[in-house]
């Protein structure tokens, strides 16, 4: 069983910054990648970002070099730097976790991914006003 809690949502100015966290609670250790997906209102949900047990990364174009995924093993938390955030970076984020085989390679890519989502937060709003 796997639970995904995300925190550290609110409402900023354009330019201002946030750190979001997902606190991942797992049975037993397994190889996964862990993403942030954000869904503006009328929108899809749209993978951000993601990072696999091995450290490996990977960004929506429209997020390289303003957002950071990054992760603390020892406490099991994922985290989401956002920087000079805008407008359009307005909407509801999750986490999300996928399960690898363990014969499976390690990547980062699934976690950016709906389709291969095993597990999902229950989300946290961000808004950003210009």
């Known amino acids: 069983q796997v639970q995904l809690v995300e925190s550290g949502g609110g409402s900023v100015q354009a330019g201002g910054s946030l750190r979001l966290s997902c606190a991942v609670a797992e049975d037993r250790a397994r190889n996964r990648c862990i993403g942030w997906f954000r869904q503006a209102p009328g929108k899809e949900r749209e993978g951000v970002a993601g990072?696999?047990?091995?450290?490996?990364?990977t960004y929506a174009d429209s997020v390289k070099g303003r957002l950071t995924i990054s992760q603390d093993n020892a406490k099991k938390t994922v985290y989401l730097q956002m920087n000079s955030l805008k407008p359009e970076d307005t909407g509801m984020y999750y986490c999300?976790?996928?399960?690898?085989?363990?014969?499976?390679?390690?990547?980062?890519?699934?976690?950016?991914?709906?389709?291969?989502?095993?597990?999902w937060g229950q989300g946290t709003q961000v808004t950003v006003s210009s």
């Open positions: 999300a976790a996928v399960y690898f085989a363990w014969w499976a390679p390690m990547s980062p890519t699934p976690c950016r991914q709906s389709k291969d989502v095993n597990y």
């Open positions: 990072i696999d047990s091995h450290g490996g990364t």
